[in-house]
């Protein structure tokens, strides 16, 4: 059974940085492309950034390309998103997710995690 688990998530001040992390049981994680969505209250879920299966391409959207970094560790079926720079509109739910093939639109993924809480406040 596929499962993704993330953490990481927490209360930083704008400007600061988190890393999440989702690990993933029941399958190899480099045999999938993954993505990370957030999805803040009264707002629909979002694509933040994919790593594709194999050569490991990366994708941002727009609004955190240079802020945020994917990357993937093999060895531990592990996904990271390292977040800098962040800011109070960042704020949302963060999931990830996997699918054959790289997209930052939520409805092309399955198997979601349960979610970690990203709050950026002063």
């Known amino acids: 059974q596929l499962h993704l688990v993330e953490s990481g998530g927490g209360l930083v001040q704008p400007g600061g940085s988190l890393r999440l992390s989702c690990a993933a049981s029941?399958?190899?994680?480099?045999?999938?492309?993954i993505g990370w969505f957030r999805q803040a209250p009264g707002k629909e879920r979002e694509g933040v950034s994919c790593?594709?299966?194999?050569?490991?391409?990366?994708y941002y959207a727009d609004s955190v390309k240079g802020r945020f970094t994917i990357s993937r560790d093999n060895a531990k079926n592990t996904v990271y998103l390292q977040m800098n720079s962040l800011k109070p509109e960042d704020t949302a739910t963060y999931y990830c997710?996997?699918?054959?093939?790289?997209?930052?639109?939520?409805?092309?993924?399955?198997?979601w995690g349960q979610g970690t809480q990203v709050t950026v406040s002063s």
């Open positions: 997710s996997l699918a054959i093939d790289p997209s930052l639109e939520p409805a092309d993924f399955g198997s």
């Open positions: 029941g399958f190899t994680l480099d045999y999938y492309s």
């Open positions: 790593i594709s299966s194999g050569d490991g391409r990366t």
